[in-house]
């Protein structure tokens, strides 16, 4: 898959030149250097209802439509913490670079010296170098279980535990080096793999979207809106059957027709905030929908679906923090793919 890497600025400045509202919509730009933040989940369920963004979302009398400022705040919401990359040092697996760690985070592994070897920098004091395994992990299961129990050990310091395992490998497709907890991926840098798929319909010559609102009790952005269907890729998983598998559980969608999603690119982001630094990579996928389907969710994740023309959608992306923030992104790439 292709990713996205085409310069949004470049993209802005040829809407610019047309200032034709529609036009927003009608740019092809197939490869942006998206980049999206994912900062901690929020306290509460987030404070608005599906009333206040549709309002939004129809308000045809506020003349933005051309106005770009909106999407670049989404883009600029994800692009936090970059200049602080000098705070993290690289983390080596079999002299590959996996992840980077932040140095204030590398002093609570110093314990667990049976599991992570801190190597000082090249100087010869004791400014952090990098971080790696201790030589007698070598097995991905021996990395895998050893690296859970210091997980375990550190707490709080890394919350929201999910027992899931995110697959650690210098890139992806590489061989896996071990297995993480996903809720710590952030915290040792490694790159974290998902899928989110825009589900649409088209009739009388528009197209709409299906998005999703999240569960209130959700453990992660309550209430937010969401993608009809999207997912962390799990160790053992292939995109496409994790996107049918998806589809079930998440919308209802079987595997009739979830199996015609189309692969259409990718979209990566970084972030970093303290200790976290996430490297997200989402694998892109359109499936339009027959006009008389109707989501179901089935994981109790959702709390209810809505139908929205694409270009009320673009209006709740420009104008609100309404969804998810790796979301926008992903919208904002189906904008300009299906004008």
Not at 165 to 180: I, Q, R
Not at 195 to 206: L, P, R, T
Not at 252 to 260: A, D
Not at 291 to 318: Q, T
């Amino acid at each position: 898959m292709a990713a996205i890497a085409t310069s949004f600025s470049a993209a802005a400045a040829a809407v610019a030149r047309r200032r034709s509202p529609a036009h927003i919509q009608l740019v092809a730009r197939r490869r942006l250097p998206l980049c999206t933040a994912a900062s901690a989940a929020p306290a509460a369920a987030a404070g608005f209802s599906w009333a206040d963004a549709l309002r939004v979302a129809s308000d045809t009398g506020v003349g933005d439509e051309s106005d770009l400022s909106g999407y670049f705040q989404k883009v600029d919401i994800c692009n936090r913490g970059l200049d602080k990359k000098g705070q993290f040092v690289e983390f080596l697996v079999e002299d590959q670079v996996v992840g980077y760690i932040h140095k204030g985070f590398t002093e609570h592994l110093r314990d667990f010296h049976d599991v992570f070897t801190i190597v000082s920098g090249h100087n010869g004091n004791s400014t952090v170098g990098h971080v790696t395994l201790h030589p007698s992990l070598r097995t991905p299961e021996d990395r895998t279980l050893a690296i859970g129990d210091v997980i375990k050990g550190l707490g709080e310091l890394i919350p929201g535990i999910r027992n899931e395992l995110y697959p650690v490998t210098s890139s992806y497709g590489m061989p896996v080096y071990f297995s993480l907890e996903r809720a710590a991926a952030p915290y040792f840098g490694i790159k974290a793999y998902g899928v989110h798929m825009n589900g649409y319909i088209e009739k009388d010559s528009e197209k709409s979207l299906w998005i999703g609102k999240r569960s209130d009790v959700k453990q992660t952005y309550p209430g937010m809106l969401d993608h009809l269907v999207a997912g962390g890729l799990p160790y053992g998983i292939a995109c496409k059957e994790n996107i049918i598998k998806e589809c079930e559980e998440e919308a209802g969608i079987p595997r009739s027709m979830s199996t015609n999603a189309t692969s259409v690119g990718a979209v990566s982001y970084m972030d970093i905030d303290g200790f976290r630094y996430k490297r997200d990579v989402l694998f892109c996928y359109d499936l339009r929908l027959p006009v008389d389907f109707v989501p179901n969710n089935e994981d109790g994740e959702v709390d209810s679906f809505r139908l929205i023309p694409v270009s009320h959608a673009a209006n709740i992306i420009r104008r609100t923090n309404f969804f998810k923030a790796n979301c926008n992104l992903v919208i904002i790439d189906f904008l300009f793919r299906h004008g």
